[in-house]
């Protein structure tokens, strides 16, 4: 069974960092692309940025609103997925989510499966 | 960036009802196109991508249509268990983004 468990969300200052972390179990973890997904509070959803797998030498993408700031990256000993903030700001502020991804025939990449959320507050 | 826009924001319809729900792109994305459900306080649940095709798991009272810019999402017999937030989303190009959301609620 595929498992995505997030961590690490709390109340950090404006210009704070912080490091959120996903732990994903039932599936090989170095195999898949991996996201993360944010959705303010009240607000639909907005992606953040991805980590591709293995063969692509887990290269990543960042949403214009996070690059420079925000660092996705992955630890396969550990089956993790981590999500570096630094210089938050109260915009920032959300449920965070991990996603998998997988390619279809076409060799696009979709979510399939979704951690539950970590909520991050920017608030002094 | 790829613009979605969801149509209607929010529906109300009874049981039983055969309930549609609308995303248009602001350029041709093709079929790289996701549906997901999303209930009150809870993850977003990946429902049909390749914009017709059902995850592993998902009813088959749920379907998706369409291609290039517009896209349909049907629930083919409404039931108090579907009372949630559907979102669209492209996969065509960097950035993924998402529609803004359709509220179904149960009359």
């Known amino acids: 069974e595929v498992q995505l468990v997030e961590s690490g969300g709390g109340l950090v200052q404006p210009g704070g960092s912080l490091r959120l972390s996903c732990a994903a179990s039932g599936f090989t973890f170095s195999d898949h692309y991996m996201d993360w997904v944010r959705q303010a509070p009240g607000k639909g959803l907005e992606w953040v940025g991805r980590?591709?797998?293995?063969?692509?030498?887990?290269?990543?993408e960042y949403a214009a609103s996070v690059k420079g700031r925000f660092t996705v990256s992955r630890d396969g000993s550990k089956n993790s997925l981590y999500l570096q903030m630094n210089s938050l700001q109260s915009e920032d502020t959300a449920v965070y989510y991990c996603?998998?991804?997988?390619?279809?025939?076409?060799?696009?990449?979709?979510?399939?499966?979704w951690g539950q959320g970590t909520l991050v507050t920017v608030s002094s | 960036d790829i613009r979605m826009t969801q149509s209607p924001s929010s529906l109300s319809a009874s049981i039983g009802d055969r309930v549609t729900i609308t995303c248009r792109a602001s350029q041709d994305i093709r079929n790289y196109l996701a549906w997901f459900q999303q209930k009150p306080g809870k993850a977003p649940k990946s429902l049909i991508y390749a914009a017709s095709s059902l995850q592993s798991g998902v009813p088959s009272k749920f379907s998706g249509s369409g291609y290039g810019t517009e896209f349909t999402l049907t629930i083919s017999s409404l039931q108090p268990e579907d009372s949630a937030t559907y979102y669209c989303q492209h996969y065509d190009t960097y950035p993924p983004t998402f529609g803004g959301g359709t509220k179904v609620e149960i009359k």
């Open positions: 980590t591709r797998d293995k063969i692509n030498s887990y290269s990543t």
């Open positions: 996603a998998r991804s997988i390619r279809d025939s076409s060799g696009h990449y979709n979510f399939d499966y």
